[in-house]
């Protein structure tokens, strides 16, 4: 069942509720490009005269180079450079994402002292890639080994350091409730998990003069990513351009230069020629980090008939010896139940490990699988439904904040979800259901991501010919921006969908946030919107003062739609009747959504360039946040153990839907993904050295096709305007958080085996 055919009493954001484009179904604006292979992704950008680069890693976990011999790599054939530490450039060095900056006055790219298996060492630079991979093998590097701490759950990792900044606490944890009749506690536990975008990681460094930078490189943020190359090659922001009109995913890992970025770019200086690299596949697994493990220990304290009273959370996360990064592991567990007394507490545990980095709902996955599959077993504990536990303690407000909603529509989830997927029929008894060999579990979690804010900007130019374009450096990684924009711009300024042309991915056009914590739908769909009235004003005000404007003086005001403006239907003329007769070719605006202010250049440009921006908006007065509810059936082989999930049945609040088919696939896109973490995705290391033993996609098994069932997706969303300007929430990664513990707790009431620690394999069960 789909997302627009659900039945009407489901509550479904079906596009017939939409009066304009924006809110229907419309067909993706690249999709005709994608299928027919005109879309040109960063690596088969056409550049003369391209020199290949090919990495070369580590092989200890811990320890220091003693020396590397180049010489046989240097003589191979079609060689031009043989880069390390020793005859790199020196950059300057920059933050990262997380604010991580290397240590000293400079920054090289290649590692004299190994932090981790597989950081960049060297690097060759080729006529051909042969050639570059052919001399890479002949590199020889000598080490001085250290002992390396691969995981933390080396027991020389210890306890790693508190993060304050994530603590919170209010009520009184350590009171002794003499009201709560049950107290539980258990330990839940999540492995590494990797992005792995279809697209590799790589790019095209190519430098047009000594102080310009041309970046052809998938990237989640154009601005962010452009500002890594500036500060490096310390040159003005607008001397860097970046190009990603099209990426094939990123999950969160794509969204700045990473170290190979810039050995690239240091080549192709050094050269004075384009130089291409392109990380293989095993090398994404440490070229950048994806969601560390985590241990998390929940303490739940209730009353008989199911009232939370207490709630303690002792979190641990890995991180790198080298940098820090949290997953911020108490996010859900901080505000989605009315808890009157709460403490959550997290360590970080250093390790040797590339660093971690975000991952599809970073923090709010693995936070919601502990607390889902705890509120699973309290119920059990009680002897409630699962779903009646939760109606319990459903919050009027966060109690993290003490602010209002500004909508939550989780109970009418349960319903409509409950009811579609049959839950009412379910037995709780464990091993009660099953069709011949095969044990069948039936379970539920609830799922939530927050609504971030951050400035946009966008430019419109109106065309002689009637048609739109609409200009912004933000990305389209496959979910839909460059639809969801054209559709806002056509609602706005009256012409059809197919009349608007959208162009994103290019530094030089206007600001725009970073494509992560599912945002960028609603911040550019707002600044485009502004934009596009500005520009619509801007006709009326043509139309209206202009000495050779057909129009002038025929109203106070004219109406612009369908692509005419007049003052009525009857007597309204073409837009581009309007600018021809104005002598204009073409009416441009550009907007944007910082608060208004008296800013210098420099300020807007790190407002839109560094995560700075959203402390740029005001604070909200209201808690923002999507929600779901998963119903999930698997089938357990009572035989061999194998677990397969049977189908799917979410229910969403994600607000206002800019493209219910387009949401449709990040829903059920999500919801893959966490079949996946729940019980294939595993990164596998070698406890001796630190070396990944799951680099591939043969070992780091994702879900396919063979894995996914069937999936509903039903929308119960409302236009909450207190969230965003056009009334949408969070989508993109709403739908994975809660998918692995409504899986575990399915696998609980199948079998009987409450398996704590992801994915759950045959292994465990048996």
């Known amino acids: 069942m789909s997302l627009t055919d659900t039945p009407a009493k489901y509550g479904s954001a079906a596009d017939t509720e939409a009066t304009g484009p924006l809110g229907r179904v419309a067909i993706r604006g690249d999709g005709g490009l994608k299928v027919r292979g005109g879309a040109t992704y960063a690596l088969e950008q056409s550049v003369e005269n391209l020199l290949h680069c090919v990495l070369v890693q580590a092989t200890i976990g811990a320890g220091r180079v003693v020396s590397i011999d180049k010489a046989a790599a240097e003589a191979a054939p079609g060689v031009r ?108 536990e999540t492995p590494r998990e990797y992005n792995v975008p279809i697209e590799p990681h790589g ?20 601005d962010g990513t452009a500002r890594n190359y500036a500060g490096w090659f310390d040159l003005p922001f607008d001397n860097v351009r970046v190009l990603s009109p099209f990426i094939g995913g990123g999950f969160g890992s794509k969204a700045q230069g ?17 130089v291409k690299l392109a990380a293989t596949r095993p090398q994404t697994f440490t070229a950048y980090g994806g969601r560390p493990a985590t241990r998390q220990t929940l303490t739940l304290s209730a009353t008989k008939d199911g009232r939370l009273v207490s709630l303690e959370h002792d979190a641990f996360s890995e991180t790198s010896v080298y940098g820090t990064f949290a997953e911020t592991l108490g996010v859900v567990t901080k505000m989605m139940y009315a808890v009157p007394n709460f403490r959550s507490r997290q360590r970080i545990v250093p390790v040797n490990t590339v660093l971690p980095g975000p991952f599809r709902a970073p923090g709010k996955n693995p936070s ?45 989830c349960y319903d409509v979800a409950g009811e579609a997927f049959g839950w009412a029929k379910r037995n709780p008894a464990p091993r009660s259901m099953r069709e011949g060999r095969e044990l069948i579990g039936w379970g539920m979690a609830v799922g939530t991501h927050p609504v971030y804010a951050a400035p946009g900007e966008a430019t419109v130019r109106v065309l ?42 290019d530094s030089r056009l206007g600001r725009a946030p970073v494509a992560g914590g599912s945002q960028l739908a609603n911040l550019m769909t707002a600044a485009v919107h502004k934009t596009a009235q500005a520009a619509r004003d801007e006709l009326i005000t043509l139309g209206l003062t202009d000495p050779n404007s057909p129009l002038r003086g025929e109203a106070n005001t004219l109406l612009v739609e369908g692509g005419t403006i007049g003052a009525s239907r009857g007597g309204a003329i073409g837009i581009g009747e309007l600018l021809a007769a104005t002598g204009r070719d073409h009416l441009e605006v550009t907007r944007d959504t910082l608060p208004p202010a008296e800013r210098s250049a420099e300020e807007r440009q790190r407002m839109f360039s560094t995560l700075a921006g959203r402390g740029s908006l005001p604070e909200a007065t209201v808690s923002k946040h999507s929600f779901c509810a998963h119903f999930i059936e698997v089938r357990v082989d009572e035989d061999f153990g194998t677990v397969r999930v049977a189908r799917v049945v979410t229910a969403l609040d994600a607000g206002r839907l800019y493209n219910p088919k387009l949401a449709e696939s990040q829903f059920k896109g999500g919801i893959v993904m966490g079949i ?91």
């Open 368 to 412: 919601a699988f502990a607390l889902e599959c705890a509120m699973d077993e309290l119920a059990i504990e009680l002897g409630l439904d699962p779903v009646e536990l939760r109606r319990r303690n459903e919050p009027d407000h966060d109690f993290e904040t003490g602010k209002p909603w500004s909508s939550r529509r989780l109970l009418q």
């Open 258 to 274: 990473l170290p190979h970025s810039a050995a690239a770019a240091i080549a192709a200086k050094m050269l004075g020629r384009p």
């Open 464 to 505: 002689s010919d009637g048609s739109v374009e609409v200009l912004s450096s933000a990305i389209d990684m496959g979910t839909g921006t460059y639809t969801i924009l054209a559709q806002t711009a056509a609602e706005v300024l009256g012409v059809p969908v197919e009349k608007v042309s959208v162009k994103l991915g």
């Open 676 to 766: 996946g973490m729940a019980l294939l995705e595993e990164g596998v290391t070698d406890p001796r050295n630190g070396r990944i033993l799951s680099s591939n996609l043969a070992d780091y098994r994702i879900a396919t096709n063979a894995d996914v069932p069937e999936i509903t997706a039903i929308s119960v969303g409302e236009p909450d305007y207190d969230a965003t300007p056009l009334g949408g929430k969070a989508v993109g990664e709403l739908a994975i958080v809660g998918v692995a513990p409504a899986i575990a707790n399915a696998v609980y009431h199948a079998t009987g085996k409450r398996i704590r620690r992801l994915p759950i394999t045959l292994e465990s069960l048996l």
């Open 81 to 188: 450079l043989v880069l390390d530490a020793e005859n790199s450039l020196a950059l300057k060095p920059m933050p990262d994402f997380f604010g991580n900056t290397p240590p000293g006055d400079t920054y090289v790219p290649f590692a004299r002292d190994i932090r981790f298996n597989g950081e960049l060492v060297a690097a060759v630079v080729a006529d051909t890639l042969e050639q570059a991979r052919a001399a890479a093998a002949l590199i020889e590097i000598s080490y001085e080994e250290a002992p390396a701490v691969p995981t933390f759950a080396d027991e020389r990792a210890g306890e790693g350091r508190a993060v304050d900044a994530l603590a919170k606490e209010w009520g009184e944890p350590d009171g002794p409730h003499a009201e709560a009749g049950m107290r539980f506690a258990a330990t839940y």
């Open 203 to 222: 790019l095209i460094a190519h430098w047009e003069a000594d102080d310009r930078l041309t970046i052809y490189e998938p990237t989640q943020w154009i």
